[in-house]
Structure formats: C-alpha cells, structure tokens
C-alpha cells in the first residue's frame, strides 16, 4: 500500500508505546476490516514531524477484500492526517523495505520575509536571504556513491554509511526551495543535515565547494546544523 | 494592514461574542502593544471557515510604533493562524471598507481521486470528473456588470446586488482547479454560489449556457449550492 500522512501530529511512523504514531493508526484500522492481528512493515521509519506523499509499506493477509475497495474502506476509518493511495496484491517475496530500489525525499524551505501561513506545517522557515546558485553548486557534489559518515546522526546503528544519490536538485519555486534527492538509500537524519548544511552554505557561512571537504572527512561534526523535521517529505518510493 | 489568516479554526473575521474570530485576535495584540482601546475596520467581513491572504483593515492610534515594526510585533504574539503581512500609514480619509476599489478571491478544488492532504484545509474535495472546458465556459458569462441576485445568499440585506466582475479565470493546476474573480465588490456568498454552479456544470447537470439564464432570472433557487467554504481565499483587495 502507498499512504500518504502529514506528520504534523505523530511520533513518527514507528510504533511506539504511548505515542500517537502512523503505524498504529494503519494497523487499528486494518485489523477492523481483516478481523486478523495484521503488523505492516514499511520501506522505513520516518521520524517525528516528517511527512510523506508516498510511503510504502506491506503486510500479510488471508481476508478477501478486492484491493480496489481496500483503500477506501480505510480512509473512511482512518484519521484526517493519514490516506491510503494506493493497494496492491504482491507477490508473496515482495518486502516494502527489502525490495525497494530508489527513495526520493524533498526538503522545502520557504524563504520569504514571512512564511507562507497556508504551508507553515510543511516548510521550514529561513528569513535570511539564501543563494540558490550557491546551494545548487552545493548540492552537485553529493550525486553519486559517497561515504555519508559526516551527514549521518551520530546515534546511527548502521555497519556503513556509503550510499548512491543519482539525482539531487535544487527547485525554485517563488519565494520556495525544495531540494529533491533520489538515491539507493538515506542515513539516519541524512536529508536534515545535508539540508542543514546547505542553508550556511546559502547563507554565506560556508563556501559550496565545503561540501565537498564535508563529505571527504567523515564526520559529522564537520557538517552544519540537522534542519528541523517539519520541512521534509517521503515523496517516493520505487521498486523494480 | 495587510493580514493573512488560515479560516479553519475561525467563526469567521468579524468579532462576535463567545467565538474565535480573527478580528479579536487582532484587536487583543493591539491593544497590548499600543495601549489603547482599539478596533479594526476590515475591506469585509469573511465567513467562518474561509481564509484571506491579503485581507486588509485599518485602525487610528496615538502610538508611535514604526510602521515598519508593527507586523513584527504583532507576529510574535499572535496566533499561528493570524499573520501580518503588511503595515502602512494612511491618511486620514482613508477606510479599508469604503476606500476598497476591488478584491480578488479565489475558490481552490482538488478534483483528484483522493485529496492532497497537505491541502486539505484549503480546497475542496470533489471526487466527480469535472469538465474544465466547460466550467471556463460558463464562468465567462459573469463578467461585467450583471444583477447578481441568483447568486446571492437570501439572507442578503443589501438593497441591490449589481456589481462588476472585471476579471473571472479558471486556473488549472494538476488535479486542482482555482476559480479566480476580481470585482468591485461581492455580495452574499456570490463566490461560493457561482462556484457550486461551476461544479454542477463541470459535472454535467447543467449546462455552460445555463449560467446566462441563471443570471438573467435573477433568483437564487436558479443556482447551484453554496460551495462550503473550505476553499475561499480573499487573495486580495485593492485601492487607487
């Protein structure tokens, strides 16, 4: 299934005791219409605040409700900040984190004087003038496979942080800047920081060509500040 | 000034008593910040539910405040819901009301299968195919100066409901479609009416032509539904 959430409200996609979180909502509600205990499993977690256009996740079930009428069927029982966009029958091998190829991930911030009110849960606001050119000569250096050691949180559990970014770009829109990043897969906190290293890059606090060093030196330290949750999106996720 | 405001959480713009509404919003942080007893004098008044980009309203005061300070000031102690965009000295003879020449408002739909949740505040859901060709049809037919009787709320007390629509345009945006006006003034949910004519007419159970009739007929029972008013925007008003 593809959902989308706004994460404006939830802990996270994770289950967590306690916290509201978007599994648990998916998982009350799948329960309901299957009659059986059904535990989803998606492409990733996604932390508290960050939102998502396309996340994918799977689950098992012997119930024999038509894909087609599934999403529907949910999205009148789920809550106003979670929607169900897509359902389809996989193949029994098929896994929402181990099958998938490519992910993409927006950041947007908005950079007017005053933010957007309309969009004030989906960008971040920056009020200091930001050079585009010099982010997007920034953001060229991260394509392709690098060690991301120095955009990953500290608090990765992960063996290695080498990844591939096929495409990453800057898009203007106004007084918008999304930046756009596909790639084989994403470090903990990696779009943040990278984001959060390009915002002192367009601010003038570092220079583009610093990206480069950043990544060169493997570690975190030497990168900026991780950007806030509420400016990132889960846009995609591809499989073969 | 020159205010902004997400409608969501709002009875509407014009104070009243017991509900949340915008103009006690704005009247409690000035009254804070100039010491004053104040009140504020919109373009008009907006219904619950619809929200404004650049509503504008004025007000006197004593207090010596720089202009160019205002909306800061203001901004940190208002809601997340209420933000000043703008603040101008004016003559005297000036009325925000009385001094208007024209406004802008736009009606957003979302005609996808499934909303845009991160838009779901702000436009309005119409699952049904609609027909944009015909909608930009019927839409053509208001401009001018035309009675707008038939698509004025009975609840109107306004002795005449002529007025002059300069500039009507639908805007297609992917899945979205602004219906857009620009007039010397609007009656009794005149936007919400014509709107929820359009969306009839875009589904086919009126015809483009139909718009004239109704027009000419000048009596409300003619038109379509009151569209709700999730997706009203005041996007502008402006003076000589």
Do not use: W
Not at 166 to 195: C, Q, S, W
């Amino acid at each position: 299934m593809k959902v989308s959430y706004d994460g404006t409200k939830f802990s996270g996609f994770q289950a967590q005791p306690k916290d509201r979180t978007v599994q648990v909502e998916i998982e009350r509600v799948l329960t309901i219409l299957t009659k059986e205990e059904i535990t989803i499993h998606a492409s990733g977690r996604t932390d508290a605040g960050v939102h998502a256009r396309g996340q994918v996740f799977h689950f098992l079930t012997n119930c024999t409700i038509p894909t087609d009428r599934f999403a529907i069927a949910m999205n009148t029982r789920l809550p106003e900040d979670v929607m169900i966009l897509e359902a389809k029958e996989m193949p029994l091998d098929f896994h929402a984190r181990h099958s998938a190829k490519r992910k993409t991930y927006r950041y947007c911030i908005d950079n007017g004087k005053f933010p957007d009110l309309f969009g004030r849960h989906y960008r971040l606001h920056v009020p200091v003038p930001l050079n585009r050119e010099r982010m997007k000569q920034a953001l060229s250096y991260i394509v392709g496979t690098h060690d991301f050691t120095s955009f990953t949180s500290t608090r990765s559990v992960k063996p290695h942080h080498v990844r591939t970014i096929y495409d990453a770009k800057l898009i203007e829109a106004g007084p918008f800047i999304h930046i756009e990043m596909t790639g084989n897969g994403f470090t903990y906190n990696m779009v943040r920081i990278i984001t959060g290293t390009l915002i002192k890059i367009g601010h003038g606090k570092l220079k583009p060509e610093d990206m480069r060093l950043i990544l060169d030196g493997c570690d975190r330290s030497l990168a900026g500040p991780t950007a806030l949750p509420i400016g990132l999106m889960l846009m995609d996720v591809s499989y073969e």
